[in-house]
């Protein structure tokens, strides 16, 4: 076929042979076959572990390129843009915050899972305080709660990290007990943390917590930590006693259930949460935008089963169905194949314009979790990290030379090598994309 090509060429060359257009094309397209084959196929970097790869042109709705886009991959926080897609089927753009019913100067709440309540990365809490301030007697009812505070195949060991903070229906302050250092001993933000303080003889400078209980540790001869944001043990006693001391008013505890007549408290946009489950891929705001997806399906918080309905429903097209159990992506028993990821792409457009989804994504060498990767003058890769031990994703839509705007899903499991070799190879292959696309 080679000889074949060279032959025409030649002719045409010399004036006896005059090609069609088509066959230029068909030549040019060989040519970037052959060359992505040079990046990605045997012998190639992406040769001693398992990659899946898919570029997909979301005008004319053709493959141009994929390898191994049907198996399943680790897509880590890459599931976050399964998250975010629920949201947009069902929240649309306000946060579910909690429901009520109200009786004079006393009101009853259920939480709905809004994660805003005065965390310090996305902070609604001055609105839900000014809710509260109208009363003076506030009951907190459990009853909607059928979910735990760890996902699904999340790890024990990452149980005092701030990006495993639990779930619970009514978060307040991130669900982190948050310390400062002042003069070389923690100084806690809520002072009812500042009780829970020990000090022990473990050689080490930063904080930590007791796996069994909201004890916190640290070592007086060691400790230089400057800020310590610790996930505390979830519980309705514990939220009770920081509304109290965050609303000042006396704050108890219910079992009854949600009545018919209730009403429904938001405390503001989902833009914002958006921007940080994207950009900084926020695994807290994550679980609870899940949340709160199944406070709207059900009025019950129950992650496993919001998942369930959106699979059945908005997503029973996708050419493999994904294994999706968490909303952030920690545990390691989520699976997707790369198709699939461009499948949920292309969905996404039919809820947001591509302009605005390409502004929410983290931007290339501008903002995010690539703000230091795939940069250019300008911005041409607009997508989603996923990183775990092993495993690297990235999944979102890249900018060609030619102007053209392309779905790509990139994903790699299995691998021996640091995460950023992974990562400039994939910046290699990018490159191609963008120089001949």
Wanted: aromatic share 14%; glycine share 6%; charged share 20%.
């Amino acid at each position: 076929m080679r000889k074949l090509v060279l032959f025409l060429v030649v002719l045409c060359s010399i004036g006896v042979l005059t090609l069609p257009s088509s066959f230029a094309q068909t030549e040019e397209v060989r040519e970037k076959y052959e060359r992505f084959e040079a990046l990605m196929g045997r012998g190639s970097f992406f040769d001693n572990h398992l990659t899946g790869f898919m570029l997909f042109d979301l005008d004319s709705q053709q493959v141009i390129y994929e390898k191994n886009s049907h198996l399943n991959f680790i897509p880590a926080s890459t599931i976050k843009v399964f998250t975010f897609y629920a949201t947009l089927k069902t929240l649309r753009d306000s946060t579910h915050t909690f429901r009520y019913v109200s009786n004079g100067n006393s009101v009853k709440i259920w939480g709905s899972g809004d994660p805003t309540w005065h965390y310090h990365k996305a902070n609604n809490g001055a609105r839900i305080d000014q809710f509260f301030n109208r009363f003076s007697e506030i009951q907190l009812s459990h009853s909607n709660w059928k979910d735990t505070g760890f996902g699904y195949g999340w790890q024990w060991d990452d149980y005092y990290y701030a990006y495993s903070a639990e779930r619970s229906p009514l978060p307040i302050y991130g669900n982190l007990a948050i310390f400062n250092n002042q003069q070389n001993k923690p100084q806690a933000q809520v002072p009812l943390f500042a009780g829970m303080v020990k000090t022990y003889t473990k050689p080490t400078w930063r904080m930590e917590r007791d796996f069994h209980s909201n004890t916190f540790y640290y070592n007086p001869n060691a400790y230089n930590q400057v800020r310590a944001e610790l996930p505390f043990i979830a519980s309705p006693e514990l939220s009770q006693q920081l509304m109290e001391f965050q609303l000042k008013k006396k704050v108890s505890l219910s079992m009854d259930p949600l009545p018919a007549n209730h009403q429904l408290f938001k405390s503001g946009s989902l833009r914002p949460l958006w921007i940080e489950l994207m950009q900084e891929s926020d695994n807290f705001i994550a679980e609870h935008l899940l949340l709160m997806v199944s406070d709207y399906l059900f009025s019950e918080l129950e992650a496993e089963r919001a998942i369930e309905f959106i699979q059945k429903t908005y997503l029973k097209d996708l050419p493999d169905k994904p294994q999706w159990v968490d909303g952030s992506g920690l545990s390691r028993h989520n699976l997707s194949t790369p198709r699939s990821m461009i499948q949920l792409l292309s969905k996404l457009e039919e809820e947001l314009s591509r302009a605005e989804l390409m502004r929410i994504f983290p931007q290339g060498g501008i903002n995010g979790t690539i703000k230091n990767n795939y940069k250019a003058q300008r911005p041409y890769v607009f997508a989603k990290t996923g990183t775990m031990s092993n495993n690297h994703s990235l999944v979102g839509y890249i900018k060609g030379d030619s102007g053209r705007i392309y779905a790509f899903a990139f994903m790699n499991s299995n691998y021996l090598n640091k995460a950023s070799e992974i990562r400039r190879e994939m910046e290699k292959v990018l490159q191609f994309v963008k120089q001949n696309y």
